[in-house]
């Protein structure tokens, strides 16, 4: 009998926590305040000329800040588009898929890295999500960037997807929000198929030989400078070119 009344807290305390931590990861909301970048993704979707799409968050949105230089030189003549939208987590760019990103597209190949704002927002109450306070696994967030790929899939089926490893942040190795980032890696690595989607991780390039990160690189420990788009560009470059072939 103690064993079943056992059995029965532990499932309703696992019931409990299951109702107290909703996987925001894979819930579409609206990033407050974006609607005009938003809005301008769904006229360059709508034109259909596209060919290569850039799919994420701030560290892609850069590609118009401190990699502009690079964007210009390689990506744009491939007829490339910037869709990365700084702050953007998982269940916001599954928001813009659910709202007019990439109807009418029909790009050759979409490369996209989502996910290091699900780990670092953790802990910061949410507008969106009614000042709740957010919370997100390296699970829950493989789980969003999973009804990411589902989504691309439906609306561009002839595209290749090439998912990119979430870049590494912090300091060193020890960085709690690197490490998540990390696990969540090694669960999205999964998601690949070798014929419409794909995966590369190129973390360890922007790295020192010890694991740090250094400010030369990315000055924030997070964004990359001008020469870490370099380096971001050289590394996928060739991948990419396949996938558009």
């Keep these: 009998m103690k064993t079943s009344v056992a059995?029965?807290?532990a499932l309703v305390a696992s019931l409990v926590s299951a109702v107290a931590a909703p996987n925001y990861a894979v819930q579409p909301v609206l990033?407050?305040?974006t609607e005009k970048r938003h809005e301008s993704f769904n006229v360059i979707s709508k034109k259909g000329e596209a060919e290569l799409v850039f799919l994420g968050d701030s560290i892609t949105?850069?590609?118009e800040g401190k990699g502009k230089a690079v964007w210009e030189k390689t990506w744009a003549p491939l007829?490339?588009?910037n869709f990365g939208i700084g702050g953007d987590?998982?269940?916001h760019v599954l928001w813009r898929l659910e709202n007019g990103n990439f109807d009418g597209l029909k790009p050759k190949a979409i490369v996209l890295m989502i996910g290091t704002?699900?780990?670092g927002h953790q802990g910061r109450p949410q507008k969106e999500l009614n000042g709740a306070v957010y919370q997100c696994t390296a699970e829950q967030t493989a789980e969003g960037v999973k009804a990411i790929l589902a989504k691309l899939r439906q609306k561009c089926p002839d595209a290749k997807i090439l998912v990119l490893g979430i870049f590494p942040r912090g300091a060193n190795k020890d960085d709690k929000?690197?490490?998540?980032n990390e696990a969540t890696n090694a669960l999205i690595k999964g998601f690949a198929d070798g014929q419409k989607v794909f995966f590369l991780d190129i973390g360890a390039k922007f790295l020192e030989a010890d694991g740090t990160l250094s400010k030369a690189i990315m000055p924030d420990l997070l964004?990359?400078?001008e020469k870490g788009y370099e380096i971001w560009s050289a590394a996928i470059r060739d991948e990419v070119n396949a996938l558009l072939r």
């Design 117 to 119: 704002n699900n780990t």
């Design 7 to 9: 059995s029965l807290v």
């Design 79 to 81: 007829k490339a588009a």
């Design 61 to 63: 949105h850069g590609w």
């Design 31 to 33: 990033h407050p305040g």
């Design 177 to 180: 929000f690197r490490q998540q």
């Design 89 to 91: 987590r998982t269940e």
């Design 223 to 225: 964004h990359p400078n």
